[in-house]
């Protein structure tokens, strides 16, 4: 997503959990996760204006598993520190915001 997220605010229930991620740039992303019934899918605001929205018809899982395993067998990291370190912390923020819902909580890196 390009520069760090810098804070993160709760925004879901414990049924529905749901958050936004706030970069230091001023972009902002929102996640939200639902019932296995709900497709995986993007939404995506586009700076001409209007939205695009697809479902993810790939084998992403299946895809993510190979690779996890390439890892532990060969030891090939396939993503950078830095960016595993980022995509961690900022899960470890929105947990930390799922205690104070509505409050704006800090990403530390």
């Known amino acids: ?27 902002r992303a929102f996640i939200s996760h639902h019932d296995w019934d709900c497709p995986f899918a993007v939404t995506i605001d586009k700076k001409s204006g209007g939205t695009f929205r697809t479902e993810i018809q790939s084998d992403y899982f299946m895809a993510f598993m190979r690779e996890m395993a390439d890892f532990f067998l060969n030891g ?9 370190i980022a995509v961690i912390a900022v899960r470890e923020a929105l947990v930390r915001a799922a205690g104070q819902p509505g409050t704006w909580v800090s990403v530390y890196a």
């Open 76 to 84: 090939t990291p396939k993503v950078s520190h830095g960016d595993t």
């Open 1 to 27: 997503m390009g520069p760090k997220a810098s804070r993160v605010l709760y925004t879901g229930t414990a049924a529905h959990p749901a958050g936004v991620i706030e970069f230091e740039d001023g972009r």
